[in-house]
């Protein structure tokens, strides 16, 4: 297997990993994880994309990973203030029994 | 002047976003009309300029791509600015009733508000895939928080959800683009596609980034999340989520399939495109007819209408086109003024509940008559902007002999009949037996007629847009798809 092969395939591993999480998680911290780890893999297959094309070094997908993580880190903020503020409403940290006609 | 126009249209709002969040209080009115009392005369210029030469870029701050942004306007992206605006804009009035921007509660409202509206120009503007990745989660990020503003139990858990899939819905997207650029070497919409075909990589991103933003736009069967989200938000944002929020994605689906992969999409794709917007106007139709609470009937019936708008690809030519563009403009003035009302029905009676809503039209004959002319073009009955939608649309499947389409799109229009006169029934019944809510939380009356007269000129809007649509067709006529022109 050549260089890039192996990080592809460790990023298909990584975003399997997060994907099963993501689907057998209730708890929504582990959702919001799972969904973390995706993007990791995600940003992984970017960093293979900048591999070096006809010897030289692409710099705009690492100019794009840095821009996905800061995304990604605001995303999951605002995710968390959000879960925060939900279990404090309902007492609740799943979307399990979910009610949606409580009027 | 273009280029003043075309930034003033991102960083108008954004401003103002900014300056209300950080300065709350007495100014905050002034900040929001400066944000987004301008767009209107930004867009009078830029319509001069795309009516003149057809389309309209310019790259920011002079970076040309890969390493800067280019921001590019035909007549599609023209059509939706518009539509964002005025929705911005007229649907903002109302909220100023509800969330007054010099209060703390206003504040953090406007602040919202205004960044949706400039990340959604944003968004529009793009032509840049990664650029587009970031304008969508701006969007979702600034919708979910205007739908838990209120931090009521049932909103916040429909924003959770909401927000996981669309967070889920973003990955898949930027996976796409990671292939896409691994691929093609470049993040431009309108170049990628030149330099890609139908292989298997460049088909599995093009698939990927649909998935996630069919999740996004709550196409059926991903639409799990809509109907309790904007069954369930304050009404100036079920409003705004369901004129605009949801169909961004889908006008994103559309330029990835008829623009990056116009040469390229895998043929078999098409009529199962076309049959989710099947499943999606029968299912949400049937399931609008059942709700036993009035903003979930509204909320089923844009799962519903979505689907008409995925009709597109199987029905695609220079009628489908400005068909699926005309439905998408009209379902967006109408949702919009539905909304509203139902909002006003529901502070006046405590309750949307279809069973202790009889006689209401009493006591709200404003809002029961814009239900009621905002349900004629969602119906698509003459004369409104969805009958002239779904008259070409039955030309375009009639054009193709597409048989099993026309019977979806009529069957569409007699399900939307069903469960839109029945609330209009409920509401009109005599003995009256429904009853104001005790607990008079309800704006005062002349903040209720105010909020009433908004949501009527948007019904009037969508039924103007029936009586006048030359300009826009012809317009759209002038910026279609690759794959659609003569």
């Given at each position: ?10 990023a ?25 780890v ?6 992984l ?14 710099g ?5 990973v ?21 279990a ?8 399990e ?7 | 002047?273009t280029a ?7 960083f108008l ?19 929001v009309l ?5 767009l ?20 920011i ?17 023209l ?9 911005a ?6 909220a ?6 010099h209060s703390?509660?206003?504040g953090?409202?406007w602040?919202l ?7 959604m ?5 793009s032509?840049?895939l990664?650029?587009l ?15 838990v ?12 959800r ?15 683009v ?43 069967p991903?639409?799990?999340?809509l ?11 079920s ?9 961004v994605?889908i006008?994103?689906?559309w ?60 029905l695609?030519g ?11 403009l ?11 009302a ?9 309750t949307?509940?279809l ?12 809002d029961?008559?814009?239900l009621?002319l ?6 698509g ?19 193709i ?15 939307a009949?069903?469960?839109l006169f ?10 009256a ?25 948007l019904?009037?809007?969508?039924l ?8 826009v ?12 022109r003569?």
């Amino acid at each position: 297997m050549s260089h890039a092969e192996v990080w592809v395939v460790a990023a298909a591993a990584v975003f399997g990993i997060g994907l099963y999480s993501l689907l057998i998680a209730a708890h929504l911290l582990r959702q919001l994880i799972a969904i973390k780890v995706m993007g990791s893999a995600i940003f992984l297959v970017l960093v293979v994309a900048a591999g070096p094309i006809d010897g030289a070094l692409d710099g705009l997908p690492k100019a794009l990973v840095l821009t996905g993580i800061v995304i990604a880190i605001s995303a999951i903020a605002f995710a968390l203030a959000l879960l925060v503020r939900l279990a404090e409403v309902t007492g609740s940290t799943s979307l399990e029994d979910d009610a949606d006609d409580d009027r | 002047m273009t280029a003043e126009a075309l930034t003033g249209l991102v960083f108008l709002p954004l401003l103002a976003a900014c300056a209300v969040a950080a300065l709350p209080g007495r100014l905050g009115g002034g900040f929001v009309l400066a944000g987004l009392a301008p767009l209107p005369l930004c867009l009078i210029v830029l319509t001069g300029a795309v009516v003149d030469t057809g389309t309209v870029s310019l790259a920011i701050a002079g970076f040309a791509s890969p390493l800067g942004i280019e921001w590019f306007v035909d007549p599609l992206a023209l059509i939706l600015l518009w539509l964002n605006t005025v929705i911005a804009l007229v649907v903002g009035l109302y909220a100023a009733r509800d969330y007054p921007p010099h209060s703390a509660r206003g504040g953090r409202f406007w602040a919202l508000w205004l960044l949706l509206t400039s990340a959604m120009n944003a968004l529009l503007l793009s032509a840049d895939l990664f650029n587009l990745f970031v304008t969508l989660e701006l969007v979702t990020v600034a919708a979910i928080g205007l739908l838990v503003i209120d931090g009521k139990p049932a909103a916040l858990r429909a924003g959770m959800r909401y927000l996981v899939l669309a967070l889920l819905g973003s990955l898949f997207y930027l996976l796409g683009v990671a292939l896409i650029y691994g691929q093609a070497g470049t993040l431009d919409l309108y170049q990628a596609g030149e330099r890609l075909g139908p292989e298997l990589l460049p088909v599995t991103a093009l698939v990927l980034m649909t998935v996630g933003l069919l999740v996004k736009s709550a196409v059926f069967p991903l639409h799990s999340w809509l109907p309790a989200a904007h069954g369930n938000a304050p009404g100036p944002v079920s409003a705004v989520l369901s004129a605009m929020v949801v169909k961004v994605s889908i006008y994103l689906i559309w330029r990835l399939w008829l623009w990056l992969a116009a040469d390229w999409q895998p043929d078999w794709a098409l009529p199962m495109l076309g049959l989710l917007g099947a499943g999606a106007i029968l299912y949400g139709s049937v399931l609008a007819f059942l709700q036993v609470r009035l903003k979930m009937m509204v909320a089923y019936s844009t799962v519903a209408q979505l689907g008409y708008l995925m009709l597109l690809f199987p029905l695609f030519g220079p009628l489908g086109f400005t068909a699926a563009t005309y439905h998408l403009l009209s379902h967006g003035l109408a949702k919009a003024a539905m909304f509203l009302a139902v909002s006003n029905i529901l502070a006046v009676m405590g309750t949307d509940r279809l069973d202790r809503l009889g006689g209401a039209d009493r006591r709200l004959p404003l809002d029961t008559l814009t239900l009621a002319l905002a349900g004629v073009s969602i119906l698509g009955l003459p004369p409104s902007g969805g009958f002239v939608s779904k008259w070409l649309m039955l030309q375009a499947a009639w054009a193709i002999e597409g048989w099993g389409w026309l019977i979806v799109i009529l069957a569409g229009g007699l399900l939307a009949a069903a469960y839109l006169f029945r609330p209009l029934a409920v509401l009109c019944a005599r003995p009256a037996t429904a009853r104001p809510a005790d607990d008079v939380r309800a704006p005062s009356p002349a903040g209720l007629r105010w909020g009433g007269i908004v949501a009527l000129m948007l019904a009037l809007a969508a039924l103007v847009a029936g009586l006048a649509p030359a300009p826009v067709l012809t317009l759209l006529e002038g910026g279609l798809p690759p794959g659609a022109r003569p």
